[in-house]
Structure formats: C-alpha cells, structure tokens
C-alpha cells in the first residue's frame, strides 16, 4: 500500500488531492544494495 | 515554494521526519513561510482523539516502534505514534530497550547510507536483528529514510534466514489497518 492510498483509507479518498504532477512523477530508481531485491513491505 | 504561495494552504501535513522538522523550524526562521505545519502521527492521532478514525476489525500482529531521528530526538515526538497503535484493537505494541530519546539510528540517518552505505546497513542489520529477538513481526516507523533502511535490512534477515520481518511506515500499517 503506498502513502497515498493509506492516506485515502485515513481521511477519505475524496478528501485527497494529488496533483497531477506528483502523480505521473517517476519513482526515484532505487539503488541495488547486495541481498535488497526483496522488498518486505510489499 | 511556488506551490504554496499558488495554492497558500493552512496545514502542511507531511509522512517524512526530516520535512516535518525543515517545515516546523527551519523554513519559519528563513522564509516567510505561514503554514501549520504537521507530522502525520500528530493528524492521525488527532482524528483518533476527536473521534473520526475508528478501527472497526483486529489486526493482530505484533509490533515495535522504532523512534525516527528527526522525529523523536530532534522534535520530541515519542508518544503520538504509540497512541496510535495502542488505538488499533490486536496490536501488540513491543519497545525496544534503546527507545524514545535512547533509540539508535536506524544507520540511514543525515546522509550516512551516503557517505558509507556499508556501515549504515549493518547498523540497520543489528536493530532489525534486534526486533525479531524481541519477538516482533512488524517494525514500523515514520520516516522514509527508517523504513528503506529496514527494508534493506530485513531482506538481508531473510536470505540469511534469521527471520521475517515486516517493515511499514506507520502511515501504511494504519491504511491496513483500515482496510
């Protein structure tokens, strides 16, 4: 779940506006760290 | 900046220990920047407080908080977070024995994952290693840096199978809650 869903599940999703600029914004490529492939939050 | 004189909103509330302490004191002092700014754990706890967020279902899990840099050490906050989880009926709420102004970093704090990323996840490796000995399948925080730190740090658990564990931000473990 990512912050802005948990955040539509705490205040509502009508209450979140995201701008459009934020949201079409490509996540930062994560760095590869020996052993990180796996991610636990997921 | 731009944005906020564009849109001039009353209350910052941001996910990050780090924006939270630049917005709360170091954007005030240097800018004429006018806005209430909030760490998310102290919105969440406020709805809590006034009765506007309820858990309906358990969630039964046990976890531990790890108290952010920024957050706890740099701006007082230790008690909003525990309230919050202890409002989540099941949780089993686990404390570190380094806790509150006592909590090790996480090891990515002040740009140290930067400067040697080798130290920095065996310090993220040694509190993770700490949390599954205190029996936790969670480890949550509020900051992003703990939490990437963790993530790298629980992978490095599990392919040396020392154990599973969990890593959220709190912001996520309450929308799952929530779920």
Same mark, same amino acid.
Do not use: W
């Given at each position: 779940?990512?912050?802005?869903?948990?955040?539509?599940?705490?205040?509502?999703?009508?209450?979140?506006?995201?701008?459009?600029?934020?949201?079409?914004?490509?996540?930062?490529?994560?760095?590869?760290?020996?052993?990180?492939?796996?991610?636990?939050?997921? | 900046?731009?944005?906020?004189?564009?849109?001039?909103?009353?209350?910052?509330?941001?996910?990050?220990?780090?924006?939270?302490?630049?917005?709360?004191?170091?954007?005030?002092?240097?800018?004429?920047?006018?806005? +209430?700014? @909030?760490?998310?754990? $102290?919105?969440?706890?406020?709805?809590?407080?006034? %009765?506007?967020?309820?858990?309906? #279902?358990? *969630?039964?899990?046990?976890?531990?908080?790890?108290?952010?840099?920024?957050?706890?050490?740099?701006?007082?906050?230790?008690?909003?977070?525990?309230?919050?989880?202890?409002?989540?009926?099941?949780? +089993?709420? @686990?404390?570190?024995? $380094?806790?509150?102004?006592?909590?090790?970093?996480? %090891?990515?704090?002040?740009?140290? #994952?930067? *400067?040697?990323?080798?130290?920095?996840?065996?310090?993220?490796?040694?509190?993770?290693?700490?949390?599954?000995?205190?029996?936790?399948?969670?480890?949550?925080?509020?900051?992003?840096?703990?939490?990437?730190?963790?993530?790298?740090?629980?992978?490095?658990?599990?392919?040396?199978?020392? %154990?599973?564990?969990?890593?959220?931000?709190?912001?996520?473990?309450?929308?799952?809650?929530?779920?």
């Amino acid at each position: 779940m990512s912050y802005i869903e948990a955040l539509e599940k705490i205040v509502g999703k009508e209450n979140v506006y995201v701008d459009q600029a934020d949201r079409s914004r490509p996540s930062l490529p994560r760095r590869h760290h020996p052993g990180s492939s796996q991610d636990e939050s997921r | 900046m731009e944005r906020f004189s564009r849109f001039k909103p009353k209350r910052l509330v941001t996910t990050c220990a780090g924006c939270y302490k630049t917005f709360k004191e170091l954007y005030p002092k240097r800018s004429d920047l006018n806005v +209430e700014a @909030l760490h998310i754990v $102290e919105y969440i706890e406020k709805l809590i407080s006034e %009765g506007k967020l309820k858990f309906q #279902k358990p *969630y039964s899990v046990k976890v531990v908080y790890h108290d952010p840099c920024d957050l706890g050490r740099h701006m007082n906050i230790y008690e909003p977070p525990r309230k919050i989880l202890q409002a989540i009926p099941g949780i +089993e709420l @686990l404390e570190f024995k $380094e806790n509150r102004n006592l909590a090790k970093c996480c %090891g990515g704090g002040g740009g140290f #994952k930067a *400067y040697n990323n080798e130290l920095s996840g065996e310090i993220a490796y040694h509190r993770a290693l700490e949390a599954i000995d205190l029996g936790a399948e969670i480890i949550v925080s509020a900051c992003p840096s703990c939490k990437s730190s963790f993530q790298q740090a629980s992978a490095r658990l599990r392919k040396e199978k020392k %154990g599973r564990l969990k890593v959220l931000d709190l912001t996520e473990l309450v929308g799952e809650a929530l779920a």
